[in-house]
């Protein structure tokens, strides 16, 4: 199984809603990212958890909280969001993040985000 | 920091052969990987290069120079389906992070 699950697909929020993504895999990798992605762009990488801990943060305004309630489970807290914010946001998960060869990243499908 | 350049649209018709460039600036590197994308889809990982050459996988082939920092895609026996995005990227082992590529749209024709 080399899947990563996103939920929800699609998701409209105001700007003072607060919501969460949720992003799952059960292939045993201990590395998960959050990347978001506006269109014709490349994905940006905003987090990365290795073992549950967070080890990436790219100056990744507040208002995007991350949580990794265990090693399979990656969340995204979103809070007083702006319409710029408007993207596709990807979860990534890989073998354990280690440096010591380039690892594959297995992408879920994406939760695509409006923000009005 | 990491610099990957692509070109930013490719056409090419069913069934022939195309090939997608990718030039890097790195510091610290460890292979050059490829991804696709479909419109609205996730990236899927295609092939990797860690060392010099020519490395196959069914239609798609990759290749890699280190001297010249540069490496490319090769689609061969192309299918509308392969109308997609690709993108080169390399491990920043500073941030230990994937840095992807502008990306090249692949539009195939009939």
């Known amino acids: 199984d080399t899947e990563v699950t996103q939920t929800p697909k699609h998701l409209v929020m105001g700007m003072t809603n607060k919501k969460s993504l949720k992003c799952e895999q059960h292939m045993g990798h201990r590395a998960m990212y959050w990347y978001k992605q506006k269109a014709k762009k490349p994905p940006e990488l905003m987090f990365v958890?290795?073992?549950?801990?967070?080890?990436i943060n790219e100056s990744v305004p507040s208002r995007f909280s991350p949580e990794c309630p265990n090693s399979s489970l990656l969340n995204l807290h979103l809070h007083a969001l702006q319409p710029e914010d408007s993207a596709l946001y990807l979860c990534?998960?890989?073998?354990?993040?280690?440096?010591?060869?380039?690892?594959?990243?297995?992408f879920g499908p994406g939760t695509r985000l409006l923000v009005l | 920091g990491q610099s990957l350049e692509q070109p930013s649209e490719v056409t090419a018709v069913e069934g022939a052969i195309v090939q997608i460039n990718c030039t890097y600036q790195?510091?610290?590197?460890?292979?050059l990987s490829w991804y696709q994308q479909h419109d609205g889809g996730a990236p899927t990982f295609l092939s990797y290069n860690a060392l010099d050459g020519l490395e196959e996988t069914g239609r798609f082939s990759s290749f890699l120079s280190r001297s010249d920092s540069y490496g490319y895609l090769l689609l061969q026996e192309l299918q509308m389906k392969d109308s997609a995005s690709y993108f080169c990227?390399?491990?920043?082992?500073?941030?230990?992070?994937?840095?992807f590529g502008s990306g090249t749209r692949l539009q195939v024709q009939p």
């Open positions: 990227a390399v491990l920043d082992t500073g941030r230990r992070a994937l840095t």
């Open positions: 958890y290795s073992y549950e801990k967070l080890s």
């Open positions: 990534a998960s890989s073998q354990d993040g280690t440096i010591t060869y380039q690892e594959t990243q297995y």
């Open positions: 790195t510091s610290g590197f460890y292979g």
